[in-house]
Structure formats: C-alpha cells, structure tokens
C-alpha cells in the first residue's frame, strides 16, 4: 500500500512540472507524462484550447436531438446496454460512472453512482453532452477517438484543469467492418482510482466487439480461433465470417492481429488462401460438435479452430449434400436472387437503423416466423418486403400485396380470401382465386394491416392456424403454404388497447418486428438517392450525376412524404434532363426542397397541388415514362407562368429549344 502511494506521489510530482513547463514555458515534458497525454496536450494546444477552462463549450444536446442520436446509434446501445450494467455492478459504490460514446464523442448513455453524478454534471459529463478533444480537451473518450486505442487519463492530465478532479478510462470500439463506431468509459473520483479499470474497460469493448460481429454475420459461418484453445469462446479470440463457397466476408480485430495481416489482405479472400486450410474439410471434422477444435499453420503459427454461426448443410470433398455423406445425392443448387429484384443485400447502407432491420430480417429467412414491418407511410415498408421476399428460399415464388387501406372495407373480404362462382351479386361465374391462395408457395404482404376490419381479423387469424382458406360461397377448405409479412404505420399494441385490433392476431403477427426509419432520419441519402437514380437511367439516354448543391438540397430537406416523394422528385429532375445532359443541380429539383418546413408540407395531394408545378403526384399516380412526366411538368409550370415560354423556361431552369420539346411542339 505504501509503494501505491509513493507511485501516486510521484506521477502527481511529475504531473505538476510537466503543466508547468508546457502551459507556462511551452517545453515538451518529455520524461515526465505518458507521450500519449503529450500528443493530446499538443492538439489542444492548436486547437486553440485554454488550460483554465474558460472556452465557449458547445451546449448539451436537448431531450429530443439526444433520442435522434441515441435512435441513430440504436443498435450500438442495445449491445452496450448489458455489458455496461454489468460493469457498473462491479463497480457500484466506488464513486464511478459507465459511459458510452458514439463515434463522434456524443455522449449517448451513462450509469453511475448517484454521489459522483452529480459532481459529473457540474463539468457536463452527462448524455447529451459532446467530449470530443476539440472541445473538452485532452480526456479518455476523445483522446480514444484520436489514438484509435485505450486511454487512460489521470487528474491533471486532462488538460482543462477543471476535469482535473477526474480519472478516465477510456476503450473504442470497432464495428463489424472495422470502424471506429463509439468508446465505452469508465469514469470516477482521481483519489479513488484502481489500477486495474483501464482493463475492465478494454476488455468490456472487446465483449460489445464480439456481440456486433456475432450479431451481423449470425446468418454465416463463423471461424473462431486463437494460438490457446483455452482462448476460444473469449473476448480474445479471432473470428471470421465467411460464406458457404469459401469465401471470406468479415474478420475482427483481435483476428487479423492474431494473423499478423490487415483486414484488406483477408476480406474477399478465399478462406484457403488466408487460413491455408480447406473450409469444406475444416466443416466435415468439425459440423457435428460445437465444441470440437482442430489445429492449424498459418504464417508459422498454429491456431486452433472451432465452429459455430450457421452452418451448410453435409459437405464432401468440397460439395455441398442434403443427404448423409456416404449417399452422395447432390442437391439442386438454390437459385439466386432475381436478377432485376430488390433483395436486403441491394438495401444495406450506411445507416444504422436500417441496418439493423435488415440484419434481424436475414436471421428468419426460411423460417416460417411471421414478421411485422413498422414505420411512416412512405418509409420503404413494400420495398423492404420485397427485398425479404428476393432473398430467401421462395424468392421464384409469387410476392402478392394487398394494402388493406386502400380497399373499400366490402371488397376485402373478397379480395384476400376469395370467392367461389355465384357467391355476391357480380361474382364471375368461374370464382377467383384471393390473395391468400394466389401467394400459395410464396410471400402474402398485407400493408396498413391495422387498417383491416375487426371480422375479418378473426378470418385472418383462422387461416393462419390452420393453413387454409375457405373462399366467399364455399365449404371446401383449400390448403396453403405462406409466409406472411405485415406492415403498418398504427402502433398495434395501442390499437389493441382500444379494442379494434384482435389481442390473439397481434402475438400470431408479431413474430418479429422490425422498424424502418423515416427518410429524414436516414443518414445514407446520398447513396438511396444514386441507387433510385440508377433504377430510372434505362429510361434516359445514359447515367445521371448530382452536383453537390443539388445533393445537399435532397440531404437537408424534411422529406414529410418519404422515400415515394424522393422517387418522384428524381424521376421528375432526370425528365427535364436534355437527352445530351448528364448533370442534375438545384434547378431541376422542386423549390419546396429549398422553402417548406417540416410541419407545413404533406405529400399527400392537396387542392393547392394543381398551382404548383413542382408538386409531386403521388407515385401511384404517376405516367409511366419519363418524357410523359417531362410534358406533364412543363405543361403545369407553362399554365402557372400564364403561356410564356419564356418565364417557364426560366423557371424550369432549361433553354426554351428544350421546353419546346418537352411540349413536343418541335
């Protein structure tokens, strides 16, 4: 105990003359601090920061831009939460906080003893708050975020002497693909430190590490393996994910730094070729014990391996059976995707949120779980089903929608469930087919679900536990093999609340849930915006660019009517495109992109839409070629500027030889 002092007495000795040198005289205190803390004190220095602590410091975010952001990291916090819960458990009464920040030193969650968090709010060490060095100096979470690796800052070697009461420990944290995503900090009283919380912080972001890697790639197989077999199953092992033809998809950290090679030299590689062994024969020792290991040499070392994630069905030699091995009865290879359709691959972004839909809608591919899709109108809910639909097993069977909003409640009847000849007055005398059995095989997508009538719920609910429908007129049962995907923008659970939704449908359709972020909330627009444009170039003479204030414009709009009224927006910008132009800037898009707010915009169509020639109609509605849409925009815009052609020229931001055409006048 007495040797802790003397060390503690010395690091404060060598600290005090070290601030003296650095903030009195400008010397590097080389010998005295750790050349980390230098390093930091030097940025902070020319970042124009004063040691006294007398700078202008962003404010806190407030409740509502606080829940975007934690919203926007969702999925970060979801596998912190446990882990920082159980640390602080270990920690409680120690005078000491848990801290989770995102990649920007946004402070999005902390949990902590109620005497220190009151001491910690004084210097705003609390959600919402941003500890990024260029703002609070040097200290373990931004200095984390600098270094890209552990921290430690101790007292007064923060460099705001008013964090000097502080001791940190900081640990970033990496994602599945190797960005740096977010720092887990631990955070107490300087008189209180314990030398041993910089490891319990590196080893709890080495915990989130592996629960995000395991959690994306839970649908590939995963290679776990280290130089101790006792190692595997640890925060310290390596894990790679890789395809059922060999391929590798993704590895940690802790992987390519017990390989001794860099994530570029193993990603989209063959496994052979970076582990220097062959999957199918790794999966054939292996496949029927979890808990089974073999050896391995790669570059020198041996590793030992082991299996888990989702693994192919029996391989031999390299080829992929159904059957057991001696039967050798290859199967029929699964067919790919639809060329032309969207599947959850051609989704997947930059944003976090849709991420994480996308990764719990892979996990139920196949199986015959039920899932409800929930979001905003306009929000991509179809086109997330379809994309679920193209990926899995009955990707050749039929996709059949039926939007229960949008059917007058006396035809829905009829429309899901079908009818036999003579049953309704117009019935066709040969019958027809519902909905339910026409999607016999495939994907049945009931849209605005919670729109549907209280009677036929209790319809619906039959024919999912019995896995037949008995058409309008008739007695005969006919069996059907579904899967089912719901969306809806109600929140059911409200609407079983006040009685118009059926308790015992709501569990039988909630088998899992996933919500779609609104497009406002989306923070890969960008990259949505390209995709959408590329889908409309087959109607243009070649590919479209965006200038940047174009892009721009699309980013800081509100978007109140989703990704629909973006779709229109881009196929209206490439229509007034000239068949030589490349190029959209600010004035082929709308000017409500530039004036309206949020709360005063709606996409849906008002009677104010006609004087407007930026309106968009709703997709729905809208002609199918681009050159009609380019005639129909400068026909209204030519109407609103009273017949000149030149002024609608102008306003359309084309030559007047181009407005002619779009008029087809020439």
């Keep these: 105990m007495g040797t802790i002092q003397m060390l503690a007495d010395l690091h404060g000795q060598n600290l005090q003359q070290a601030r003296q040198l650095f903030f009195e005289q400008g010397e590097v205190p080389d010998g005295l601090i750790d050349p980390l803390v230098a390093r930091s004190w030097e940025r902070c220095r020319r970042f124009g920061l004063n040691e006294s602590g007398h700078l202008v410091i962003t404010e806190s975010l407030d409740r509502v831009a606080l829940k975007t ?4 990291n969702r999925y970060l916090l979801m596998q912190c939460r446990p882990i920082m819960e159980h640390v602080f458990e270990q920690i409680r009464e120690s005078g000491s906080m848990v801290i989770l920040a995102d990649a920007n030193g946004l402070l999005l969650e902390t949990v902590g003893d109620p005497d220190f968090v009151g001491r910690a709010d004084r210097v705003a060490l609390a959600a919402g708050a941003s500890w990024d060095e260029t703002q609070r100096g040097t200290n373990a979470i931004g200095t984390a975020l600098s270094e890209e690796g552990p921290v430690a800052i101790l007292g007064a070697e923060h460099f705001l002497a008013d964090n000097a009461f502080l001791t940190c420990c900081a640990s970033p944290i990496f994602g599945p693909d190797g960005r740096l995503i977010g ?9 209180s430190h314990q030398h041993h919380t910089l490891g319990l912080a590196r080893l709890s972001s080495s915990i989130v590490e592996k629960r995000l890697f395991e959690a994306a790639h839970g649908r590939d197989i995963l290679v776990c393996f280290h130089e101790r077999a006792d190692y595997l199953g640890s925060p310290k092992e390596g894990i790679a994910a890789v395809s059922p033809d060999g391929q590798v998809l993704a590895i940690n950290r802790n992987g390519t730094q017990l390989l001794g090679i860099r994530q570029v030299d193993a990603v989209r590689r063959d496994f052979s070729m970076v582990f220097e062994s062959n999957l199918a024969m790794l999966l054939d020792r292996l496949r029927h014990n979890s808990q089974a290991t073999c050896e391995a040499n790669v570059n020198g070392k041996t590793i030992h391996l082991q299996l888990r994630g989702q693994l192919p069905p029996q391989t031999v030699a390299g080829r992929i059976y159904d059957e057991p091995a001696q039967v050798r009865q290859p199967r029929r290879p699964e067919a790919p995707p639809k060329a032309a359709g969207l599947t959850l691959e051609t989704l997947n972004s930059d944003d976090a949120r849709l991420q994480a839909a996308i990764d719990r809608a892979r996990r139920i591919l196949g199986k015959d779980i039920p899932m409800l899709i929930q979001g905003e109108s306009g929000a991509g809910k179809e086109m997330f089903a379809k994309s679920f639909h193209n990926s899995g097993p009955r990707r050749d069977a039929p996709f059949v929608a039926l939007n229960c909003a949008s059917i007058p409640e006396t035809l829905i009847e009829s429309e899901l469930f079908g009818y036999q000849g003579g049953a309704f007055t117009g019935a066709r005398k040969e019958g027809a087919p519902g909905k339910i059995q026409q999607a016999h095989g495939g994907t049945l997508f ?5 729109d549907m009538p209280l009677n036929l719920q209790a319809r619906l609910l039959r024919v999912l536990q019995e896995r037949s429908v008995t058409p309008l007129g008739s007695t005969r049962s006919i069996q059907v093999d579904i899967s089912l995907v719901c969306a809806t923008h109600r929140k059911l ?10 308790e015992d449908l709501y569990y039988r359709l909630n088998g899992l849930a996933v919500t779609l972020p609104a497009l406002r909330e989306r923070t890969d627009i960008r990259l949505l915006v390209t995709k959408l444009a590329a889908s409309e170039i087959s109607n243009h003479s070649g590919p479209v660019r965006f200038s940047e204030g174009a892009l721009q414009a ?5 978007w109140p009517g989703n990704i629909r009224q973006l779709f229109n927006v881009i196929r209206v910008a490439i229509a007034l495109l000239d068949d030589d132009e490349s190029l959209i800037t600010e004035s082929h898009l709308p000017e409500e992109l530039f004036e309206a707010p949020l709360n005063t915009v709606s996409f849906a169509p008002s009677s104010n839409s006609a004087h407007d020639p930026w309106a968009p ?13 380019g005639r129909q925009v400068a026909l209204r815009t030519l109407e609103a500027a009273g017949g000149n052609i030149s002024a609608a020229a102008r306003q359309l931001g084309i ?3 181009t407005l002619y055409r779009k008029l087809g006048r020439m």
């Design 554 to 558: 699309i980013e800081n709009y509100a």
């Design 183 to 191: 720092v887990l900090d631990i955070s107490g009283d300087y008189r």
């Design 617 to 629: 109609a709703p997709l729905e509605g809208c002609p199918g070629s681009l050159e009609e849409i």
């Design 446 to 450: 009931l849209d605005e679900i919670g």
């Design 655 to 657: 030559s007047r030889n």
């Design 493 to 502: 659970r409200e609407e079983v609340a006040r009685g118009t939704f059926r």
């Design 69 to 72: 952001e934690q919203e926007r």
